[in-house]
């Protein structure tokens, strides 16, 4: 025997990227009495009675010729296939449930496609990448040892013409017993100090610029070994 009228407010509801959706149906006395009634879901296949539920109380009391709104919420979990659904409400007396009912239309909700979230694609495995990464840093670790552990090249000796009274572009460090500045840019000047003196055995003009803005001349009780640089012109005065 039916009891109320079940009208759907849409019989086609799709759900949403959080796979929720809902249905509203109204649903009116159509006996001549009151009634007390409860309300269910008949699911189709595939379907399943976990994926929706009713709001509102289990129960509920309509007066002759009433009407109530039935809420049923609609939650299509992540392992829910994509697909049409389809299910039923079922309106029931509470006194006879089995006698007094009313079994509304077939109603659909939708599951849409949906973009997986939080799977991470796996690395794409290269390889021949260990090996190359591996030589790259024994190469790398064996260029920096080499770097650490070779020795410092010192300054190239300077190649001198013994016969020469005069060495350009030679330094002869050390050995300085006296120095002094020059009143003109001329290396011989200070070779004739030192020939002058007698202690000194070796002497070098610094070019102005480099140790002031005139020239210096070095003079040297002992003879240095000589040294390559554009600063200088520097000799030995055999005694």
Same mark, same amino acid.
């Given at each position: 025997? =039916?009891?109320? =009228?079940?009208?759907?407010?849409? #019989?086609?509801?799709? /759900? ?5 959706? $809902? ?5 009116? #006395? ?17 379907? *399943? ?22 809420? %049923?919420?609609?939650?299509? &979990? ?6 049409? +659904?389809? +299910? ?14 009313? !079994? &509304? !239309? ?6 849409? *496609? ?17 090996? %190359?990464?591996?030589?790259? &840093? ?15 090249? !010192? ?5 001198? #013409? ?6 350009? #572009?030679?330094?002869?460090?050390? *050995? ?13 000047? /200070?070779?004739?100090? /030192? $020939? ?8 070098? +003009?610094?070019?102005?610029?480099? *140790? &002031? ?27």
């Amino acid at each position: 025997m =039916s009891i109320v =009228s079940i009208t759907a407010v849409t #019989n086609h509801v799709t /759900c949403g990227a959080d796979g929720g959706a $809902v249905h509203v149906f109204t649903i009116r #006395n159509t006996t001549d009495r009151p009634l007390r009634v409860g309300a269910k879901t008949l699911m189709d296949a595939p379907a *399943q009675a976990g994926w929706v539920q009713i709001d509102g109380p289990a129960e509920r009391d309509l007066g002759e010729s009433a009407a109530d709104q039935v809420t %049923v919420r609609i939650h299509a &979990g992540e392992d829910v296939p994509p697909g049409k +659904y389809t +299910y039923r409400l079922l309106i029931f007396s509470t006194r006879s449930p089995g006698e007094q009912f009313t !079994e &509304g !239309e077939t109603v659909a909700f939708e599951v849409p *496609q949906r973009e997986m979230t939080g799977v991470k694609t796996p690395p794409t495995r290269c390889s021949w990448c260990i090996p %190359v990464a591996i030589v790259a &840093g024994v190469l790398l670790l064996g260029g920096l040892g080499l770097w650490l552990f070779w020795p410092e090249a !010192e300054d190239p000796p300077a190649v001198v #013409n013994p016969g020469r009274s005069i060495e350009e #572009n030679i330094d002869r460090r050390g *050995q300085d017993f006296r120095q002094f500045e020059l009143s003109k840019t001329d290396p011989r000047l /200070c070779q004739s100090a /030192c $020939v002058k003196e007698r202690r000194c055995v070796a002497w070098t +003009y610094v070019n102005p610029g480099v *140790q &002031g803005p005139k020239p210096k001349c070095w003079l040297k009780h002992k003879v240095p070994e000589p040294r390559s640089d554009t600063c200088c012109v520097s000799g030995v005065v055999k005694r």
